[in-house]
C-alpha cells in the first residue's frame, strides 16, 4: 500500500524509518483511508512491543509517517528456515499476547496478525502495520471469495474483498461478521502454531480452500507433528483456534498468562527431570496425552505421585487450566459461590455451580472426567473439606451444614445467616455466620453450640471471615476487614487458636489467605503469593514467591485460589469477569440484555415510569449508586465518597432513597437524591444504627427501611409528614422480619420473617401492621415483589425457582388464591435477597443480574508447585 525508506533524523541523530503515501496512491480514498487508520491507531498506543510512530504528515500530497527504525527479521522470513525452538516460541508469543493486550484495551483491533507483520528484534518482537486496525465498534466488511492462489511462502492481503490475511484470518472475519479482540486472539492461535509445528495451521491452495479450512476444519494435532511439545502449549493454542469466539480465550492477557505458565512449567522436557528416566519420561508422556484429550491433563501425575503423603519433588510440575464440566456454570464469584476447594490430599475438588438453572455443589476427582452433584447441597456456597476427605462443609438456607459424601441428608450444625468461609480439623469446624461477625467454632458432628474464638478490634475492623486451618489443628488463619471507607488499609491476616485469647498479625493484606505446603498464600496487588510460614513460630520467613495473577472478590476480599497439604494448587485467573443484567419473559426465555453489565450488582430497582433502572454495584469495595436509561444505555452516577448499599424510587420516578455509609463510620444514613443527579441531597434519617430502604409508598407519605442486621433486622416506617419520627411496623416482635414492600394501593406490605423458624412471605395491613397472613411454605430468599395492579406477588423458593403467588385482598383481610412456580432463577442473590425486579406494567417481564460469567478467566492447576521457578 506504500513505500519505507530507511532515513537518518539529522536533529536527533537516529535512525528512522519513513512510510509515504505517494500522490497517485493518495487519490485512492481505501488507500488513503487505511494508511490515515494506521497513524491514529499507532498514535494511540505506547508498548515496547509494538512498533513507535514518532511524527506523521504531508507534504506536497504525499502522506508520510515516521516511524521508530526497526533492525532485525521479520517472523515470516525466520519461518522459512523451519520451526523455532519452544523457548523462543512462548517468548515471542508473550509479547505479541501484551501487545495485542494493549491494543485491545485502548479499542484497536489489529485485524492482519500475521508472521510477516512481525519483527523479531535483538530487544524482543514487535508488532508492525495497523493499517487494517479499527475500532472495535466499528462493522466488520462482507466480501466474496475468489479462488486466487495464494503464495506458501509469502501470505498476501487481499484488498476490495474481505479484508486482512486469509490464511491467518478468523472464521467470524471470512464470514463478514462483527469482529472483536477475539478475532485477533484466533490470528494469534495459527501464528503460535506455525512457529511450533513449522507449517500452517489451515493450508491451501486457493483462498476458497483455506477458507473452507478455518470455517470447517481442525488443524493437524500439534503431538503428531512435534512430540515433545507440552500439553499445556498445546492446549493454548487450541483454545485460541476455537472456531466460536465464545469458547477461546477471552482476552489476549489470558493468552499471555497462559504462555507464561507453560513457559514457567518443568512439564515441557519431564525426561530431563533428575531421578526421571527415559522410559519414565516416555510414559509420563504418554498419560499427559490421553489426559488432555479428555481434557483432564493431571490425571496420571496427581494418580501416580499425590496420593501418598511423601511428596517427591522429583516428580515434574504440571500447569494446566481445568475446563467447566459440559453443561455446568462453575461459580466463583459472587456472594453465593467461593473458590473450589482442594481436598486435602489433592485428589478432587469440590465447587459451587449452575446447572439447569439450580446452583448445588459438585466434586470433581481430579484423576478422572466424572463430576458428581451432590444432592442435599441446593443454593450451597463456600464448601470446604473434612480432614478425611469423607465430608463437605458448606453454607446454604442460612446455617452451617456438613454432608457426608457416602449419602444421608446434609446436618446442620449452626446458624449462619450470611456465612463467610469455614475450615474443618479433627472434630471442630470454625466458621464466620455473618458479614459483620468475629469466627466461631462448633463440633463437626452437631452436637455442641457455636463459640466464639476471635474478638473483633472495634477500632480497626468490622468483621472476621475466611478461616482457614493450620495443619495443628489448634490455630487458624483469618482476614480481619474494614467494611468502612477509608479504613480498608487497616485489613490484614491473623493467626487465632480455636482456644481464644489474642491473636498474632502475620501479613497486611486485603484478601484471604491459606496454608500448603509449608507455605502461607495471601493476595497483594492483584498477585497470589507464597511465603515460607514457621509453624512453631507462627509467622513468615523468608521471601515471597509470585504464584501468577489471581481474581479476587472486590466487595468480598474472597481470593479465588486453594490448595493440598501435598502440592495442589488452584487458583483462578483476574480479570474482567462478566456480570450480565438480563430481561427475561415470564416463561424464564431471555429476552434482551440491559447495557449495565460489568458491575457486581447489590441491588436493582426499575423505576415506576418504566424508563430507568437504579442499581448498587461495587466500585473496589465500595458500594456505587447508579441510574441506567433503558433506551439510551446512558449511565448516571450519583454517589462517589460514600458507600451506597440499597435503593428505593420515589412514586414520581424523580428521586431515590437510598443507604448511605458515611467514611469512617459503621452506621448508614437514609439520603434521598434527584435520580439525574442534581440539586442537593437530603439526609432524611441518622439514627447512629445500621438502616437500609426496602421501600418507598406508593403516596409518597412513607419510607419503609430495615434496621439492623440479619438475626436481629426490624422493618421500620419513616413518615414524611409531621415530625417525621421513625416507627417500627411492628412493636414487640422477637424474630427476623425485613425487605418490606407496600402494594400499588397502599393498604398492604409484603415482607419476610423468620417467626416459623425460617424465612417466608407474609403479608400484614399497612401502615398499621394489624393481621398477618402466610402467603409461602417452604422457605424463601427474602424478598417479595408485587405486581402494578396488586393480585399478585412474586418471590424466590428455596428450591431455585421464581414463585408467583395469586392475591385476592378485600377491604379487611387477604386471600391467597394459588402459588405456582414460574421459572427456575436466574437471578444473582445478593447479601439479603435475590437482585432482581419486575416490569411494575403487567408482570411479563423479569429483570436481573444473572450469575457472573468468569468462563473466560482461566481456572488453573499446578501440581507439584513447590518445584516451579517464580514467575518472571
Known amino acids: 500500500m506504500g513505500e519505507v525508506y530507511r532515513a537518518r533524523d539529522t536533529r536527533l541523530g537516529r535512525d528512522i524509518a519513513i512510510k509515504v503515501l505517494p500522490a497517485h496512491l493518495s487519490a485512492d480514498s481505501n488507500l488513503k483511508a487505511r494508511f490515515e487508520r494506521e497513524a491514529k491507531a499507532i498514535s494511540a498506543l505506547n508498548h515496547p512491543n509494538i512498533c513507535t510512530l514518532h511524527d506523521v504528515g504531508s507534504q506536497d500530497g504525499t502522506g508520510y509517517l515516521v516511524m521508530e527504525f526497526i533492525e532485525g527479521q521479520s517472523l515470516a522470513e525466520r519461518l522459512q528456515k523451519g520451526s523455532l525452538p519452544t523457548d523462543q516460541i512462548l517468548k515471542i508469543g508473550r509479547e505479541i499476547a501484551d501487545a495485542l493486550d494493549k491494543a485491545h484495551r485502548n479499542g484497536i483491533i489489529h485485524r492482519d496478525l500475521k508472521p510477516g507483520n512481525v519483527m523479531l528484534t535483538k530487544s524482543g518482537a514487535k508488532l508492525l502495520d495497523f493499517g487494517l486496525a479499527r475500532s472495535a465498534s466499528s462493522a466488520a466488511s462482507l466480501a466474496t471469495l475468489t479462488a486466487v492462489t495464494a503464495p506458501q511462502h509469502s501470505p ?45 495451521a489451515f493450508p491451501g491452495k486457493s483462498q476458497l480452500s483455506v477458507a473452507s479450512a478455518i470455517l470447517e476444519k481442525e488443524p493437524e494435532p500439534i503431538a503428531s507433528l512435534k512430540p515433545l511439545t507440552p500439553p499445556s502449549l498445546e492446549h493454548t493454542i487450541r483454545r485460541c483456534l476455537a472456531k466460536n469466539p465464545d469458547d477461546r480465550w477471552q482476552s489476549a492477557a489470558d493468552v499471555k498468562h497462559e504462555l507464561d505458565w507453560v513457559s514457567q512449567s518443568s512439564a515441557t522436557g519431564a525426561a530431563a527431570i533428575p531421578g526421571t528416566s527415559k522410559g519414565t519420561g516416555h510414559k509420563s508422556l504418554l498419560l499427559l496425552s490421553v489426559a488432555l484429550a479428555i481434557a483432564l491433563i493431571l490425571a496420571a501425575i496427581i ?212 496454608y500448603s505446603s509449608g ?176 421501600d418507598w409508598s406508593r403516596d409518597g407519605k412513607y419510607i419503609v427501611f430495615d434496621r439492623g442486621m440479619i438475626g436481629s433486622q426490624s422493618i421500620w416506617l419513616l413518615p414524611l409528614f409531621g415530625d417525621r419520627t421513625p416507627v417500627p411496623l411492628f412493636r414487640n416482635a422477637s424474630y427476623d422480619h425485613g425487605n418490606g414492600r407496600v402494594s400499588p394501593d397502599g393498604k398492604w406490605i409484603a415482607y419476610f420473617s423468620a417467626e416459623s423458624g425460617r424465612s417466608e412471605i407474609y403479608i400484614t395491613s399497612f401502615p398499621a401492621g394489624a393481621g398477618r397472613w402466610q402467603i409461602s411454605n417452604n422457605g424463601i430468599i427474602p424478598s417479595a415483589v408485587w405486581r402494578a395492579d396488586g393480585k399478585e406477588l412474586y418471590f424466590s423458593g428455596l428450591d431455585g425457582n421464581l414463585m408467583a403467588a395469586t392475591i385476592q385482598p378485600s377491604s379487611t383481610s387477604v386471600g391467597l388464591e394459588k402459588v405456582q412456580v414460574l421459572f427456575r432463577s436466574p437471578f444473582l442473590t445478593g447479601v439479603v435477597h435475590d437482585i432482581y425486579d419486575v416490569d411494575p406494567k403487567d408482570g411479563q417481564r423479569f429483570i436481573g443480574a444473572a450469575a457472573p460469567d468468569t468462563s473466560g478467566l482461566s481456572l488453573n492447576i499446578i501440581t507439584n508447585w513447590t518445584a516451579a521457578p517464580a514467575p518472571k
Open 156 to 200: 498476501i492481503t487481499q484488498e476490495g474483498t474481505i479484508v486482512g490475511t486469509f490464511q491467518y484470518m478468523s472464521p467470524e472475519q471470512i464470514e463478514g461478521k462483527e469482529i472483536d479482540g477475539r478475532s485477533d486472539i484466533f490470528s494469534l492461535g495459527a501464528v503460535l502454531y506455525e512457529m511450533l509445528t513449522g507449517q500452517r
Open 519 to 694: 507455605n502461607l498464600f495471601y493476595y497483594r496487588d492483584g498477585s497470589l503469593l507464597a511465603q515460607p510460614f514457621d509453624l512453631d513460630h507462627l509467622e513468615l520467613k523468608g521471601d515471597a514467591k509470585p504464584i501468577g495473577n489471581v481474581l479476587r472478590e472486590s466487595g468480598n476480599w474472597g481470593v479465588i485460589a486453594s490448595g493440598s497439604d501435598n502440592g495442589v494448587l488452584l487458583f483462578q485467573s483476574a480479570g474482567d469477569a462478566k456480570f450480565p443484567v438480563v430481561w427475561f419473559d415470564r416463561g424464564g426465555r431471555t429476552i434482551g440484555a440491559v447495557s449495565i453489565a460489568g458491575q457486581q450488582l447489590q441491588d436493582i430497582r426499575l423505576s415506576p415510569d418504566r424508563t430507568r433502572v437504579a442499581y448498587d454495584a461495587f466500585d473496589g469495595p465500595i458500594g456505587c449508586l447508579y441510574v441506567s436509561d433503558l433506551k439510551t444505555g446512558a449511565r448516571t452516577r450519583l454517589t462517589y465518597q460514600t458507600s451506597a448499599w440499597y435503593t428505593a424510587w420515589s412514586p414520581d420516578s424523580t428521586k431515590l432513597v437510598y443507604s448511605a455509609q458515611p467514611t469512617g463510620a459503621e452506621n448508614t444514613e437514609l439520603v434521598v437524591v434527584r435520580a439525574d443527579g442534581s440539586g442537593p441531597r437530603e439526609k432524611l434519617l441518622s439514627s447512629g444504627k445500621v438502616d437500609h430502604p426496602s
Open 303 to 514: 494418580a501416580s505421585n499425590y496420593r501418598r503423603a511423601n511428596l517427591q519433588l522429583s516428580a515434574p510440575v504440571v500447569r494446566a487450566t481445568l475446563p467447566a464440566p459440559p453443561g455446568i456454570t462453575v461459580l466463583t464469584l459472587s456472594d453465593q459461590a467461593g473458590a473450589p476447594a482442594v481436598s486435602h490430599d489433592g485428589t478432587s475438588i469440590v465447587f459451587a455451580g449452575l446447572h439447569d438453572g439450580r446452583q448445588m455443589l459438585f466434586v470433581r476427582p481430579l484423576d478422572g472426567s466424572a463430576t458428581k452433584p451432590l444432592p442435599g447441597t441446593e443454593g450451597g456456597k463456600f464448601p470446604f473439606w473434612s480432614p478425611d476427605g469423607k465430608s463437605i462443609g458448606f453454607f446454604a438456607d442460612q446455617q452451617l451444614k456438613r454432608l457426608d459424601l457416602a449419602g444421608g441428608p446434609p446436618l446442620s450444625l449452626a446458624p449462619a445467616g450470611d456465612g463467610r468461609g469455614g475450615s474443618w480439623a479433627d472434630d471442630t469446624i470454625i466458621f464466620t455466620p455473618y458479614i459483620y461477625e468475629a469466627i466461631y467454632r462448633v463440633p463437626a458432628s452437631g452436637s455442641g453450640k457455636p463459640v466464639t474464638v476471635s474478638k473483633i478490634d472495634t477500632s480497626l475492623h468490622t468483621t472476621h471471615r475466611w478461616p482457614s486451618f493450620l495443619p495443628d489443628g489448634k490455630h487458624f488463619l483469618y482476614l480481619a476487614a474494614n467494611h468502612v471507607s477509608g479504613k480498608e488499609a487497616n485489613s490484614a491476616v491473623y493467626v487465632g487458636s480455636i482456644e481464644g485469647g489474642d491473636a498474632k498479625p502475620a501479613v497486611h493484606t486485603n484478601g484471604s489467605a491459606f
